[in-house]
Each structure stands twice: as C-alpha cells, then as structure tokens.
C-alpha cells in the first residue's frame, strides 16, 4: 500500500474490518487495530497523521471524521462503538425526559437505534433505560405510539367506509385506505364531472396529450411488452388453453377457438410474438402475428375466407409478406378448410379450462 493514504480510504478499510477490529474479552480494541494497521503497512502513516506513537480506535475515528462524539442536545459525551460512529443513546437526555411528548420525539429523532428494540420478542427492552422510564408494558410499537401520543387508529378516507387504516410508523403515519378498491372508489367518486382534472384541460394539450398516449401504446406494442385484451373483429370470444412445452406448464389465453385448436396441435409455435408495422388511413399501426415459429421460420395467420378480401386484412398480409420477404420466412394463411381436413383426437381437450366452449366447435374437425 501507498505511504500517502486518504481519509475517507482509510476509513472505509476500517469499517470493511469492522468484526475483526471489534474489541473482546481476551483482547482490546487498541491490541487489534495495531496489528491490523502494521499488517496492512499503514501503521507509521497513520502515527504521522495523529502526532501519537499510540492511539485508539476512537482517536484515530475522530480524527477521519472530525466527530467528537457529543450529543448535539445536551452537548454530553457520548459512548464509542466502532469505526461506525458513537451511540447515539444519551443518557442525560432521557434522563431529562419528563412527559410522554418529549419521550415519543426523542424515539422519532433516535429510530434508527431503538427499531430493533421495539420488536415485541425482544425481551431486552425492558432493561433499556429509556423504556424503564416508560414504565409501560407495550405489545408493539403501534402500542407505544397510541400510549404516547393519546391519538387514535384513523378511518378510511373513504367516506361511506368505516374500516380502520393500516398503522405505518411510530412517526404517526398511517395509510389513506383500507383497501385498493375505497382507494379506487374515492378517485372515482372525487373526480366525477367538473371535479375531473381533463376538463382544465385545453382543447391543444387535450389533443397532444391524447397523442402522447396513442404512441406510448403503440410503442408498448410493438415492443411486446403490452398485448391489447381485445377480441377478434370476426368472433368475439376468448378461450384459456393449457399445455406442456419444454417440461413447463403453460397457461395461455387466445382470441378464437381456432387459434385455441391450433395451438393445441403444434405446441411450438409462439402466440402473437411477432407485430409488424402497417400504414392505415395515414396512421401507423401494429399487426400482431397469430404465431411464429422461429425453428421452422414460418408465420402462421388464421382467418375465415370471409375476412380475407376485406382493406384493412389485405394491408396487413402485404406487411407480413414484405417482413417473411426480408428475413427469410415463409407466410402460411390458415381458414376453415384446414381445420376440416385434419384428423381431430378428442383428448387434446381432456383437462381444458374451456373444454366445454371448445366442444361447440368440433364440426370443423372430423371425429375419429
């Protein structure tokens, strides 16, 4: 090690050896950070700096931090732990505590020293001077805040609801609700009408603002991080599926039975992973693909023969075919001529959520 070392090197050394420097029973602290100090060749930098041949952990702490270990209210000399720094503890100032307001501040200003004493396992509490000074056998500290404060557990803010709120902190917080549902039942109810901060809104930032949001979804979508709950414009139904694919159970909500039948039948294609781009009526959207399969390179879309022809379906088959023309997948349309060609095994319903949604559904296949 360098002979010119920094304080706050130095210090952080220190509390990075914080255990091993500790004083015990058999050595003390002045012994152990000796012979730390002369093993990490530091020791005659560090008598340079104090002027001393000897010291002590709480010199050579007040010199790195210029901490001179009083209290800052009574100006009392206070107890010396470690290279962390001094009790903070004072003894004359609970001593000079006289009511239960100047007892309840003086736990707000130290909490951070008497948090783990308030735990109600801790049976060292009651030697503690501070809670001897109490003289009251509090359960928790939520005890401890009422009997010191005389305050009461508040309400909900909700009006109309009469639950007491959850207790936070010995500071005297508490939550606003006893529940997400008063928490949403109140901004509801506060910004009915005119109450509503969108009517403070001019008609520009009404405009731009809508925008703002139009192309954070849009973005979320295209990005994959968001998938819109919406339903197919050609059936109008959702179905949940569940099936095994690399020794994982996987749970999946699709938007048609035929998606829901396919997937059954080829587990490896991934739903709607991929969106593509598309220019409709001047506005950019995002086509999301029915399913993707990254090993085989195809891209599969499922629509009736009905839906086809239709602008907005054509616009988004020539996307997808420019997309599988760029990167080397092959397009594949599926409609209702597939799924009355196959051989369909009944049991790939056993154990569906929505066995008996699907069932409706088995003229398109041939029973054998």
């Known amino acids: 090690m360098s002979k010119t070392i920094e304080k706050e090197n130095l210090l952080k050394l220190l509390l990075l050896n914080l255990r091993y420097l500790q004083p015990d029973r058999y050595n003390n602290s002045t012994k152990k950070l000796k012979r730390f ?20 952990q709480e010199e050579l702490y007040i010199y790195l931090t210029q901490d001179n270990g009083k209290c800052k209210i009574c100006n009392n000399k206070l107890k010396f732990l470690n290279f962390r720094g001094y009790n903070l503890k004072c003894i004359k100032c609970i001593e000079n505590l006289k009511t239960k307001k100047d007892i309840l501040k003086y736990l707000q200003n130290n909490w951070s020293s008497y948090a783990q004493i308030l735990k109600p396992k801790n049976k060292n509490r009651k030697n503690t001077l501070i809670f001897k000074k109490i003289n009251y056998n509090f359960k928790n500290y939520i005890d401890l805040y009422m009997y010191l404060s005389n305050d009461k557990l508040k309400k909900c803010r909700l009006k109309s609801c009469n639950n007491i709120v959850k207790f936070i902190n010995i500071f ?3 939550k606003d609700f006893c529940s997400l549902k008063c928490n949403n039942k109140w901004l509801s109810e506060s910004r009915k009408g005119e109450k509503n901060p969108i009517h403070r809104i001019s008609d520009e930032n009404r405009k731009k603002w809508k925008q703002t949001l139009s192309n954070q979804v849009k973005q979320r ?11 197919n414009s050609w059936c109008h139904s959702r179905y949940k599926i569940k099936f095994k694919r690399n020794n994982k159970i996987i749970e999946q909500k699709v938007r048609s039975s035929w998606e829901a039948f396919f997937q059954l039948l080829n587990i490896n294609y991934l739903y709607e992973k991929l969106r593509i781009p598309y220019l409709y009526n001047d506005n950019w959207h995002n086509y999301i693909v029915d399913f993707i399969n990254n090993d085989k390179k195809e891209v599969i879309e499922i629509k009736p023969k009905s839906e086809e022809y239709k602008e907005i379906n054509i616009i988004k088959k020539n996307s997808l075919l420019k997309w599988c023309k760029n990167n080397n997948y092959t ?35 041939n029973e054998n």
């Open 221 to 231: 979508i295209k990005d994959g991080t968001w998938t819109p709950n919406v339903t």
């Open 172 to 174: 005297g917080n508490h």
């Open 331 to 365: 397009y594949i349309s599926i409609n209702e001529d597939y799924f009355k060609k196959i051989i369909w095994d009944k049991s790939i319903l056993d154990d569906q959520p929505d066995k008996l949604k699907l069932m409706k559904f088995k003229k398109y296949f």
């Open 37 to 56: 100090l002369i093993k990490n060749n530091i020791f005659k930098h560090t008598q340079i700096l104090l002027n001393k041949k000897t010291f002590t």
